[in-house]
């Protein structure tokens, strides 16, 4: 990928959470699944969350991509408190600012991989910006499959289609979900490079969920959550230790 002028400070922090709190059920049966987290995201970086099963993450990727809410707390898009928003304001901002690529790839499947990727803008009825798409369908090696629909691609070709789809509105932030969860473990290892490119060359912020050691390895940096707290935090990962750290925390 080029040195694509984004227009993007990389010191600039884009998501910032502050004290956020988030609990399921009532009184006695009340969950809590984040209890006072605060983490900042900057611009141009790939981070990863990781936790054992129930440490909150999928909850915290949710609330900072405004898809639930927060009982406490403040969430900071571009400086721009998000967790006062109603419905709609939401929706405008998850279609206008924010990229999605999930595990189950979600491209429809009655449209060509050329239509998924336009999707988010077709909706918006925006316009297509195709220089920026073009570049992206060639770092992405998918310009010879515009023309088929999802069952006619593979896994990979899926997830390339939909890692195109996310960074087409050139969002403040891209969330990826397990986004290797369905593929081999070559076709993985491309998708995060992948990533890891849109962030260090584009100047994309990515924040990914994943339970994989080899997959958080290929992110910047790497938040550890236990019990809905921030425990800990890895720079530079490598997958020994990654996994050393996962170990540690399920000690404590």
Same mark, same amino acid.
């Given at each position: 990928m080029s040195n694509a002028n984004t227009g993007k400070d990389p010191?600039?922090? =884009?998501?910032?959470?502050? @004290? +956020?709190?988030?609990?399921? @059920?009532? $009184?006695?049966?009340? =969950?809590?699944?984040?209890?006072? &987290?605060? =983490?900042?995201?900057?611009?141009?970086?790939f981070s990863a969350i990781m936790g054992p099963s129930g440490s909150g993450k999928s909850t915290f990727m949710h609330v900072l991509a405004g898809l639930d809410r927060v009982d406490?707390? !403040? &969430? %900071?898009?571009?400086? $721009?408190? &998000?967790?006062?928003?109603?419905?709609?304001? +939401?929706? !405008?901002?998850?279609?206008?600012?924010? *990229?999605?690529?999930f595990q189950a790839f979600n491209l429809v499947p009655t449209l060509n991989a050329d239509q998924n990727i336009d999707l988010? =803008? #077709? +909706?918006?009825?925006?316009?297509?910006?195709?220089?920026?798409?073009?570049?992206?369908?060639?770092?992405?090696?998918?310009?010879?499959? +515009?023309?088929?629909?999802?069952?006619e %691609?593979?896994?990979? !070709?899926? !997830?390339?289609v939909a890692v195109a789809r996310a960074l087409l509105t050139k969002?403040?932030?891209?969330?990826?979900?397990?986004?290797? @969860?369905?593929?081999? #473990?070559?076709? @993985?290892?491309?998708v995060l490079d992948l990533l890891h490119a849109a962030a260090s060359q584009y100047g994309q912020t990515i924040i990914m969920v994943t339970h994989d050691p080899v997959a958080a390895a290929h992110a910047d940096r790497v938040v550890l959550l236990k019990d809905g707290r921030? *425990?800990? $935090? &890895?720079?530079?990962?490598?997958? $020994?230790?990654?996994v050393t750290a996962l170990s540690e925390l399920s000690a404590r």
């Open positions: 010191d600039e922090v =884009v998501l910032r959470a502050r @004290g +956020l709190r988030k609990s399921f @059920g009532r $009184e006695e049966t009340a =969950v809590t699944a984040l209890d006072d &987290i605060t =983490v900042d995201f900057d611009a141009g970086r406490s707390g !403040q &969430i %900071l898009m571009r400086g $721009e408190d &998000i967790t006062g928003l109603d419905d709609r304001e +939401l929706t !405008q901002l998850r279609r206008d600012r924010v *990229g999605f690529i988010p =803008v #077709s +909706l918006a009825r925006g316009t297509v910006d195709e220089e920026w798409k073009a570049e992206i369908v060639e770092r992405l090696g998918i310009g010879d499959r +515009l023309k088929h629909r999802p069952h %691609l593979s896994g990979g !070709q899926q !997830q390339r969002p403040d932030v891209v969330f990826a979900d397990e986004p290797t @969860g369905n593929l081999d #473990s070559l076709s @993985g290892a491309e921030v *425990g800990g $935090e &890895i720079t530079a990962p490598t997958t $020994e230790s990654v």
